[in-house]
Structure formats: C-alpha cells, structure tokens
C-alpha cells in the first residue's frame, strides 16, 4: 500500500507498465469535474470509477472488508475526507466465501490493524495484497478508484 499527496503520483509511474496511462489520465483531467460512472481509459486493462456518495459506518464497510487478484486500486480522494481500514492479505485468516473473478473481489471476515485518512488530494494504492475497508466516515465524499490490471 502506498499514501501520497497527489502531487507526487508521477513518482510512481515505474511501479507498474500501465501506471503510466492512469496517471496521464489523472494529470490531464480536472477530476473535480469528472461525473460519476465509469470511464475505459485502457479498454479494461485501465479503467476509472467515479464515485460521489455518502460515507458509511465504519461496521458496514468493515462487513465489506476486501482485495483484488487481478487489479490495483489507485483511489483518489477528491471531496471530503474518507476513513480506510487495512490489513495486509497474509495476516487474514477467515475468507468470506469465495474469491469472485466477475467482480474481481474477496471479502474477509478479519478485522483491520490500521486505520488512516485521506483528505481531498491524496490518494492511496492498494495491491492485490492490501485488503481494505473504504469510504468510513460521516457527509459526502467525490473519489476516484482507478483498476489497473495487474
């Protein structure tokens, strides 16, 4: 996992062959001004979801505590200030049901070690490693996750 300013995304462009192209399209669009739904930057090899929506308990996100086999999230947080929790993959212990390759996603049962923020023009990366519980806290919040296929 990976927490920056969003100043500094270019700095991690060689991370991964297609950081490139994401961060292209993060600094070449006002994504203030982006509307909610999702946008193919790459096909699906690179595609982003834009996310207005109210922010949840901390209970209900946690009961969607999850990872991803064949994506990188790089979620950016434009409005508000979201709440994440965290656990690294390989000190989770009770999987919820079954990885599902349609929606790319594993739920655990475990409960997160950490919790950070993000304020409006930071951002976070997570790797298939990182499972996460977004969007904690209380108003509105304008983010993007942007997939990146592993």
Known sequence: MIIDD????????????????????????DLSKLT???????GEQIRA?????NLVAKEESIAAFEC???????QIC?????TIGW?????CSSPKGEY???????????QPDMYFQLHAGQFGIYFPEDVHAPMIGNGNIKKIVIKVAV
Do not use: C, M, W
């Open 6 to 29: 969003l100043t500094n995304i270019a700095k991690y462009k060689s991370l991964h062959p297609r950081f490139g192209k994401a961060i292209e399209f993060i600094k070449s669009n």
């Open 36 to 42: 909610p739904g999702e946008i193919q930057i790459d």
């Open 49 to 53: 979801i834009i996310i207005d929506a």
């Open 68 to 74: 991803h086999n064949a994506n990188i999230d790089i």
């Open 78 to 82: 434009i409005e508000g200030v979201e």
């Open 87 to 91: 656990k690294t993959r390989n000190t």
């Open 100 to 110: 599902s390759a349609e929606k790319d996603v594993l739920f655990y049962q475990d």
